[in-house]
């Protein structure tokens, strides 16, 4: 099994509301990832959890909360998201996130609208 | 800090013609370099890598790429495109001693194919 799952694949969500994405993998992976894409722009990095510890926050506004309950499993918890939010989130993992040689494989994504 | 350039931003190639996609980046060491492949809806999946060894580097799905150090290029090519390869592709780069997940990305070229 060499696939990152995530759900929902779409999303719509109004500003007052909270709601999570999910992220799973059971390739025996210890670095997960959140990514945003914007529309045709490249992927930007958001979070990096490894050994289920968040090791990365590129300075991520505190309305993204993320959470790595167990080494298989990631997820993205949102409140008061603005507009300017709505976007592809994509999940990506590898087999530990030592350097820039690791392999990542991404999920799918979450499309995200918030009206 | 590295950067990456995508010149072309969109080619369309007809189906069977060969296919060159341009990457040059700017790094003081030697980089990671990696292309990745975005399906419209979808993920990034690795086309292929480099960091060390033979300049000429092969991937899935037919590719392969060339790195020049001279001209601090990494550029992607295929010999006969399919209807199938149109996609979004991006280009990145990737310091020693960094993060996984912490690769810069280039703008991507979108690939249109002409049956």
């Known amino acids: 099994d060499t696939e990152v799952t995530q759900t929902p694949k779409h999303l719509v969500m109004g500003m007052t509301n909270k709601k999570s994405l999910k992220c799973e993998q059971h390739m025996g992976h210890r670095a997960m990832y959140w990514y945003k894409q914007k529309a045709k722009k490249p992927p930007e990095l958001m979070f990096v959890?490894?050994?289920?510890?968040?090791?990365i926050n590129e300075s991520v506004p505190s309305r993204f909360s993320p959470e790595c309950p167990n080494s298989s499993l990631l997820n993205l918890h949102l409140h008061a998201l603005q507009p300017e939010d709505s976007a592809l989130y994509l999940c990506a993992s590898s087999q530990v996130s030592r350097g820039p040689n690791e392999k990542l494989f991404f999920g799918s994504g979450t499309q995200l609208s918030v009206l | 800090a590295q950067s990456v350039t995508q010149p072309d931003i969109h080619i369309t190639v007809s189906e069977g013609a060969s296919l060159e996609l341009r990457c040059n980046y700017s790094?003081?060491?030697?980089?990671?370099l990696f292309w990745y492949v975005q399906s419209p809806g979808q993920g990034l999946q690795l086309l292929l890598k480099?960091?060390?060894?033979?300049?000429l580097v092969q991937g899935i799905k037919g590719f392969e790429a060339e790195f020049k150090r001279s001209q601090s290029s990494f550029n992607l090519r295929k010999p006969s495109v399919h209807w199938s390869d149109a996609a979004e592709y991006f280009c990145?780069?990737?310091?020693?001693?960094?993060?996984?997940?912490?690769?810069?990305f280039g703008d991507g070229t979108t690939l249109t194919v002409k049956p």
């Open positions: 959890y490894s050994y289920e510890k968040l090791s």
């Open positions: 990145a780069v990737g310091a020693i001693n960094t993060n996984a997940g912490k690769s810069t």
């Open positions: 480099y960091f060390s060894g033979d300049t």
């Open positions: 790094y003081g060491a030697t980089p990671y």
